[in-house]
């Protein structure tokens, strides 16, 4: 069996590396330089980086040239970088992928100007992949702040245009701690045969096993937040739990 994949997420909010609680906008807990925070799960021994330009996503400004240089920096070490946040256009594209990220995440694109997501996915392959942020079944946007259309309907119609991959969050589990969403994701993955990276609520080495037990359904990863900025578990034992 494949080891599920683990990215630590270092979200990036007025310069910090913050947590949010349910994404809302004013709940952060802040952790200190995203470069420190991205340099101790490199070391810690994580493969990948969940990265995200949190003023990007909600529009209050953007932190492009410290995600510039936390972006290289890890791809100097050979570490991959999932890149989210404010990509939106060509302009914002264009800028994300010469960081050297491995891939980029469009959230709120994907539901306002699904042409350009189509466009880019046909261009970029698996370069793109779409974050498919969700309360109950309806996708939320700009900052998880808008309704953004129906999941299954959304889903469908990204898996017609090739999209590669779909990075899932149940935005009522995010920063809470209270496990994933196991529903949701063997649902997603029901609808699609497309890998599927599992993002809010993990909080236990026994939540990281039940995402396990999901890779042969298509939960290719999950991402890891509050858990281990909250040192439920340190990265080192998540990834020996993962290991089949
Ligand atoms: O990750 C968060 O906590 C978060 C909270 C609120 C909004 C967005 C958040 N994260 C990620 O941002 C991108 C979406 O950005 P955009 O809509 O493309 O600008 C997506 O990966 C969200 O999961």
Redesign the pocket.
């Known amino acids: 069996m494949s080891t599920l994949e683990l990215l630590p997420a270092v979200?990036v909010r007025d310069g910090q590396a913050v947590r949010?609680v349910h994404?809302e906008s004013g709940s952060e807990t802040s952790y200190g330089a995203p470069l420190e925070a991205a340099l101790a799960w490199q070391r810690a021994g994580a493969e990948w980086l969940h990265l995200?330009d949190?003023d990007?996503?909600?529009g209050t400004g953007d932190n492009r040239d410290l995600i510039r240089q936390v972006t290289a920096s890890m791809a100097d070490m050979n570490l991959k970088v999932e890149l989210?946040?404010?990509?939106?256009d060509d302009a914002s594209l264009a800028a994300a992928l010469a960081t050297g990220c491995t891939r980029v995440?469009?959230?709120?694109?994907a539901l306002e100007t699904p042409e350009w997501v189509a466009k880019v996915i046909a261009e970029y392959g698996d370069k793109i992949a779409v974050?498919l942020?969700v309360r109950g079944t309806t996708l939320r946007?700009?900052?998880?702040t808008r309704d953004g259309g129906d999941l299954y309907e959304t889903l469908a119609r990204l898996d017609s245009e090739g999209c590669s991959r779909y990075?899932v969050?149940d935005i009522a589990k995010?920063g809470t701690l209270q496990g994933p969403n196991l529903e949701l994701l063997k649902n997603v993955c029901a609808a699609t045969d497309k890998p599927v990276v599992a993002?809010g609520g993990v909080s236990s080495l026994d939540d990281l096993r039940a995402l396990s037990e999901l890779v042969p359904l298509g939960v290719e990863g999950a991402i890891v937040g509050k858990a281990l900025y909250a040192k439920a578990f340190t990265l080192e034992e998540a990834l020996a739990a993962v290991k089949p």
């Open positions: 979200d949010l994404g995200v949190l990007a996503a909600f989210s946040g404010g990509i939106r995440n469009l959230g709120t694109a974050g942020d946007g700009r900052g998880w990075v969050t995010d993002s």
